[in-house]
């Protein structure tokens, strides 16, 4: 079992950045996929980005290709995501999960594990 622990939201302009960072405790990161989701307000939860077991194959949504980027450092346990270029849509709580497959996944139903998400707001 592994837990998580999101950090790094908060308050931006529209065009700035953010560095989220997500901490896992209990089990090494390379035994698990990793992904990062989002829920704005009144939307279901989406997946942002995912990284697969190994760290050789990521995806990202199409609304943030370019402009984030997700990253792990196994040694440390962290996985981090990048997010440049923000834009007001980009608005919401950012979910880190795990899961136990080797291939990187967009779907819920691949993550066991949930963080309990940070905050996200760009202003326009």
């Known amino acids: 079992q592994v837990q998580l622990v999101e950090d790094g939201g908060g308050l931006v302009q529209a065009g700035g950045s953010l560095k989220l960072s997500c901490a896992a405790s209990g089990r090494t990161l390379s035994s698990y996929n990793m992904g990062w989701f989002r829920q704005a307000p009144g939307k279901e939860r989406e997946a942002v980005s995912a990284i697969s077991r190994n760290g050789w194959s990521t995806y990202y949504a199409d609304s943030v290709k370019g402009r984030f980027t997700i990253s792990e450092d196994i040694a440390k346990n962290m996985v981090y995501l990048q997010m440049n270029s923000l834009k007001p849509e980009d608005t919401a709580v950012y979910f880190c999960a795990a899961g136990t497959r080797t291939f990187v996944s967009r779907f819920e139903y691949d993550y066991y ?3 309990r998400g ?4 760009v202003s326009s």
């Not at 940070?118 to 707001?121: E, F, H, L, M, S």
């Open 113 to 115: 594990y949930w963080g």
């Open 118 to 121: 940070t905050q996200v707001t």
